[in-house]
């Protein structure tokens, strides 16, 4: 579902994209470019506070992550 919600986005499908990755997410919650797509996503709404969240869950799980 996450490679499918990937190129949703590179297609500029993101409205597309958020349900694959909320699917992807109930599968596996710590799955980190998944959470990281979906902050971006919000990021890209404006939702900035739930974005912010999202890059932090990846910096928990992540540190080293540049994008997040």
Request: proline share 3%; aromatic share 6%.
């Amino acid at each position: 579902l996450y490679g499918l919600a990937l190129v949703a986005t590179l297609m500029d499908r993101w409205e597309q994209a958020e349900p694959l990755l909320r699917q992807t997410l109930a599968q596996d919650a710590g799955y980190r470019k998944a959470i990281l797509l979906l902050a971006i996503l919000q990021h890209r709404r404006g939702e900035k506070d739930l974005a912010r969240e999202g890059y932090r869950q990846v910096l928990r799980l992540d540190p080293a992550n540049s994008t997040a």
